[in-house]
T-cell receptor, first 112, second 111 residues
Framework: NAGVTQTPKFRILKIGQSMTLQCTQD?????MYWYRQDPGMGLKLIYY???????DKGEVPNGYNVSRSTTEDFPLRLELAAPSQTSVYFC???????????FGPGTRLTVL | SQKIEQNSEALNIQEGKTATLTCNYT??????LQWYRQDPGRGPVFLLL?????KEKRKERLKVTFDTTLKQSLFHITASQPADSATYLC??????????FGTGTQLKVEL
């Protein structure tokens, strides 16, 4: 199993550009999560999904959108990128009945 | 408002000693608490989970305690090694399939 994979690893965006951060897991987990982590800070939940077709907002959803059309994929869309979205983004998943979350390697995004 | 506090200052200890990290929380009634390890440039890795009705959990050199009266968890690493150097995050689940993370404590184990 590859676990949770994220692409790209790094990206620089200009203000106002859009992009999609990709997240895929091959463990057949129902639950998937998107977090952002700013320097010296804990992870903040952006969006999460409890299964294909179901998504819900986390603590900091503004400026982001998600979709969950399959169990494996949970892309995060940034529309009209702003400098405040400069951060490291982590995707995570977990199976039903197990509270342990499995994290991807992260995407480092800079908005200039 | 809900708050999770971990020591923001790095903890430096000597190899072989026991490292103790603290996680305090307010305005939470967590069903369980988790500890994760995060190395620079990597995603967090799960270490231990302890439920609200458990006082203590052990895994190899790791021990976690959970005091719901004090609203505190302690994370211990015995016989610490330089390879244990990392940032350790606590996370609480209060319902709704979501975790809330603390800011983490950086541990440095010196030879």
């Amino acid at each position: 199993n590859a676990g949770v994979t994220q692409t790209p690893k790094f990206r620089i965006l200009k203000i106002g550009q859009s992009m999609t951060l990709q997240c895929t897991q091959d463990m057949n987990h129902n639950y998937m999560y998107w977090y952002r982590q700013d320097p010296g800070m804990g992870l903040k939940l952006i969006y999460y999904s409890v299964g294909a077709g179901i998504t819900d907002k986390g603590e900091v959803p503004n400026g982001y959108n998600v979709s969950r059309s399959t169990t494996e994929d949970f892309p995060l869309r940034l529309e009209l990128a702003a400098p405040s979205q400069t951060s490291v983004y982590f995707c995570a998943s977990r199976p039903t009945g197990n509270n342990e979350q499995f994290f991807g390697p992260g995407t480092r995004l800079t908005v200039l | 408002s809900q708050k999770i506090e971990q020591n923001s200052e790095a903890l430096n200890i000597q190899e072989g000693k026991t490292a103790t990290l603290t996680c305090n929380y307010t305005n939470y009634s967590p069903a369980y608490l988790q500890w994760y390890r995060q190395d620079p440039g990597r995603g967090p890795v799960f270490l231990l989970l302890i439920r609200e009705n458990e006082k203590e959990k052990r895994k190899e050199r790791l021990k976690v305690t959970f005091d719901t009266t004090l609203k505190q968890s302690l994370f211990h690493i015995t016989a610490s090694q330089p390879a244990d150097s990392a940032t350790y995050l606590c996370a609480l689940e209060g319902g709704g399939n979501k975790l809330t993370f603390g800011t983490g404590t950086q541990l440095k184990v010196e030879l």
